[in-house]
């Protein structure tokens, strides 16, 4: 079983020599005197086995290819000192039985198979590129024709010799969704039963929020049905008013039964605008429309108190920025902080201050981050309070007050801000 990280030795001291069998990808030395400073990985060590190594990838999870001549790439699973008994490629993936001998571009005499494809779902209309992963699938002088669920594949291109090739799949008009046909040269690959790729018809519903800042960046969720397809570059959203577009930069795709979605962040307007279309173009040929307005709206504005607020070191303490339009804003967040700022009013927004930064001075400048309006808010940091432990066992009568001793236990709270609880 194969580990991140495997503790092998603990000791005073690392021994000269470690004998292991487990598998792992880091080492690391535990002390036997346990402290926060005790632990540390060797970073730099030689290993020397008496077997050749036998796997690769991720925690050592992939065999080496079958036909390796010695150990392969601990990353890629390359054959790196060749191949034995005649075969060739970089994972020694083409036997010699397949090899066309008088072929200057090894022309494999194999019928292809087929592992994977990805994605695994595209509109009817088409236009998804495919990448195609198995063996013996040729090369670029090769004759490749490819068939999914009846319909073609087309601008077919192979990306890795033998064994990855691409396609953009055609318009859906068959009677089924399963099986795949793949030709090289007078070779073929056959399966009928299998479902490779689905085809889906996606609408869109609704979007939120409906407005936001002239400088844009605002995230907005795109709902509707089959809008979920997975891989890169898919999706072009734009937000149009009949003159121009603006567009919505694709962030994220949500992967939902019951409410799948999509997340862009929009783009810079020049001035107010009332966009009253959204767009939606999904791998170049299926155009989505939906006829909804998005409020393009004032930056907001900002009265910056010459009193600096005080701050834990620990971060966590409520601060408030003064100014207007904040409601236009979608959201409004703190450099390393994790909950969003509260808007309680247009005029007003409430955060919480991060942590102090280690090796800088108190007096700091925090970045707080209006969708596409940054500005850097200045804030001191005082020492964190510290409690003393009680002397003894307190006799609590539930009447009588208990003196509770510290340092700097009003640097920024207030005796109202504390909350005690006794169990």
Not at 113 to 124: K, L, R
Not at 135 to 164: F, H, M, Q, R
Not at 168 to 189: D, E, P, Q
Not at 301 to 307: E, H
Request: with cysteine; proline share 6%.
């Amino acid at each position: 079983m194969g580990k991140w990280n495997c503790v092998v030795q603990r000791g005073e001291s690392v021994p000269t020599v470690i004998n292991v069998s487990s598998i792992f990808r880091y080492l690391t030395y535990v002390s036997r005197n346990q402290n926060k400073f005790s632990e540390l990985e060797v970073c730099e060590i030689g290993i020397v086995g008496e077997l050749s190594p036998t796997h690769y990838g991720p925690l050592c999870s992939k065999l080496c290819p079958e036909y390796c001549s010695g150990p392969c790439d601990l990353e890629t699973g390359n054959c790196t000192y060749g191949c034995a008994n005649g075969w060739i490629g970089d994972k020694c993936e083409l036997g010699p039985l397949c090899i066309e001998p008088n072929s200057k571009n090894l022309t494999t005499n194999c019928s292809p198979e087929i592992y994977q494809v990805y994605p695994a779902s595209g509109p009817v209309n088409g236009g998804t590129l495919l990448t195609i992963s198995g063996n013996y699938l040729g090369n670029n002088n090769d004759s490749i024709a490819i068939d999914i669920g009846g319909v073609k594949c087309n601008n077919v291109t192979v990306t890795t010799p033998y064994t990855e090739l691409t396609c953009v799949i055609g318009t859906y008009n068959a009677t089924k969704t399963t099986g795949i046909f793949v030709s090289v040269n007078a070779n073929r690959y056959s399966d009928l039963n299998a479902t490779y790729f689905t085809f889906k018809d996606p609408k869109i519903f609704n979007f939120s929020p409906k407005k936001g800042i002239l400088s844009g960046n605002t995230t907005v969720a795109i709902k509707g049905q089959y809008i979920d397809f997975e891989g890169q570059n898919r999706y072009t959203i734009y937000f149009c008013d009949g003159v121009f577009c603006i567009e919505c930069s694709e962030s994220q795709t949500i992967f939902s039964l019951q409410n799948p979605h999509i997340k862009c962040k929009t783009g810079i307007s020049s001035e107010p605008r009332n966009m009253t279309q959204l767009n939606i173009v999904i791998d170049g040929l299926t155009e989505l429309t939906l006829n909804e307005t998005f409020q393009y709206l004032p930056d907001p504005t900002f009265n910056i108190s010459t009193k600096i607020p005080k701050a834990l070191q620990s971060g966590g303490v409520t601060f408030t920025i003064r100014g207007d339009g904040f409601n236009n804003v979608g959201s409004i967040t703190v450099e390393r902080v994790d909950n969003p700022c509260d808007v309680p009013e247009d005029t007003s927004t409430e955060c919480e201050t991060p942590p102090r930064l280690k090796n800088q001075p108190n007096n700091q400048r925090i970045d707080v981050h209006f969708d596409g309006v940054t500005i850097q808010f200045p804030i001191e940091y005082v020492e964190d309070p510290t409690f003393e432990m009680f002397q003894g066992i307190v006799l609590y009568d539930k009447e009588s007050s208990i003196e509770i001793e510290g340092r700097s236990i009003l640097n920024v709270a207030r005796r109202e801000d504390y909350h005690i609880n006794i169990d």
